[in-house]
């Protein structure tokens, strides 16, 4: 079976989050900086999912739009933070709390899409 372009956009956005949270995580570590913690935990912490959402065979047109949301509001968040602590400017004015709030309404379209899912 061809793997949709939604699988496609999944799975680059788990690599980018996985990669980018381990390296936020080894920056925090070893450099410290009060960004680098939550960009890594975030990161780290939607990744996986995202990856789950890539493999999902058929998933509902709900649930495509739900996991966009939040893979999208997880990289705009943790971008915010990295620029933040590389060069100190955001990348425009409220872009983490654009992409927190995306995450949490990408995470209540899961929801909403799993309750009105179809057998």
Same mark, same amino acid.
Request: hydrophobic content about 60%; proline content about 6%; charged content about 5%.
């Given at each position: ?9 999944? #799975?680059?956005?788990? @690599?980018?989050?996985?990669? &980018? &949270?381990?390296? $936020? ?6 450099? &410290? ?17 995202? +990856? ?10 709900? #649930?495509?739009? @739900? ?8 990289? #705009?968040?943790?971008?915010? +933070? ?13 872009? $983490? ?8 309404? @990408? ?5 909403? $899409? ?6």
């Amino acid at each position: 079976m061809p793997v949709s372009w939604f699988n496609r956009l999944m #799975l680059v956005l788990a @690599g980018l989050l996985g990669a &980018g &949270g381990v390296a $936020a995580a080894a920056g925090s570590a070893h450099a &410290g900086g009060a960004l680098l913690q939550p960009l890594a935990l975030v990161s780290l912490t939607q990744a996986p999912a995202m +990856l789950a959402f890539g493999l999902a065979s058929v998933p509902a047109a709900g #649930l495509r739009v @739900g996991a966009s949301v939040i893979g999208l509001g997880a990289l #705009l968040f943790c971008a915010d +933070l990295a620029v933040r602590h590389l060069s100190g400017p955001s990348l425009f004015p409220y872009a $983490a709390p654009v992409g927190g709030t995306a995450m949490i309404a @990408g995470w209540a379209l899961v929801a909403v $899409a799993g309750l009105l899912r179809r057998r």
